[in-house]
């Protein structure tokens, strides 16, 4: 998944952060949900991020390293020679690899910086926190840690059948398993069997934990299960959030190449392994 970085090592820690040097990497997002990055030709060409010398070091925040490179993201949204702004969405091309994993990060704490920057309680503006990854207020003192939002994905199925669906009015327009949002006060079981049954009408038994995934596009820690159905196997599609809902058997399922999401990664498991965990 996209988390599996192999050899290289990702490091977080707050404490770590350090200025800037001149071949470390920079995040640039505008408004629109795409991120800088050298102009491609070809689809095979890597996703290549602008080094830190072509930025002013005071624009730039910490956010994290991977091996010897730390990542930083840029408080203005510049236009360089030799680069183009392109959709986040372009980590799905999973190449490499790390830099996906890094550009869905960085969309995260971008998204989070974005959304805080005045105090919910008093209105104050937030300044960041030298201790730790948090916005503060001055005035009142309430402390902002970084938003992530608990979702779940399960694999709904029967014998060598899975229900496979494909949303509505998202970007994302590939196949997909039954998801939604863990609400206040459920556990991810009791999302995974609320959601089934929103989504496509049916009810699940036997929940196998499969697997978990930050998904920082969409600010997501997200919690994988293989479940089966219970009874009925009618298929009733929540028009709203689908576009498409249904059985599929093992055999129909089209190869799965890429592992770097959770769903494609549970859908690739299904077709060499059934519900087999």
């Not at 505008?30 to 102009?39: A, C, F, P």
């Not at 993201?73 to 680069?83: H, I, R, T, V």
């Not at 496509?200 to 997200?222: A, E, H, M, R, T």
Request: glycine letters at 6%.
């Amino acid at each position: 998944m996209i988390q599996d970085l192999g050899n290289s090592v990702f490091n977080n820690q707050f404490a770590n952060r350090r200025e800037a040097k001149a071949d470390d990497f920079v995040f640039a997002f505008n408004l629109h949900k795409e991120v800088l990055i050298k102009e491609v030709v070809t689809d095979n060409d890597p996703v290549i991020l602008p080094k830190a010398k072509l930025f002013e070091k005071t624009s730039l925040i910490y956010l994290f390293s991977i091996d010897d490179k730390a990542y930083f993201l840029s408080q203005e949204a510049k236009l360089l020679p030799g680069f183009a702004y392109k959709s986040v969405q372009i980590l799905r091309k999973d190449n490499p690899r790390v830099t996906s994993f890094a550009l869905a990060t960085a969309f995260h704490l971008f998204t989070w910086y974005q959304k805080t920057q005045y105090c919910g309680a008093c209105a104050s503006k937030l300044v960041p926190s030298t201790q730790e990854r948090a916005m503060i207020c001055p005035h009142c003192g309430q402390i902002y840690y970084p938003t992530i939002a608990p979702a779940i994905i399960v694999a709904i199925t029967d014998g060598d059948k899975v229900v496979v669906t494909t949303y509505k009015d998202r970007v994302y327009r590939g196949v997909a398993l039954i998801a939604g949002f863990c609400e206040i006060g459920e556990s991810a079981e009791a999302t995974a069997k609320r959601e089934a049954f929103e989504e496509v009408g049916l009810k699940i038994k036997d929940l196998k934990y499969f697997g978990s995934q930050p998904w920082g596009l969409d600010s997501n820690l997200l919690v994988g299960y293989m479940a089966t159905v219970d009874g009925d196997t009618t298929i009733k599609r929540d028009e709203n959030e689908l576009a498409q809902a249904q059985w599929m058997s093992r055999d129909e399922l089209a190869p799965i190449e890429s592992d770097i999401s959770l769903t494609k990664t549970m859908l690739k498991y299904f077709k060499e392994h059934g519900n087999d965990l």
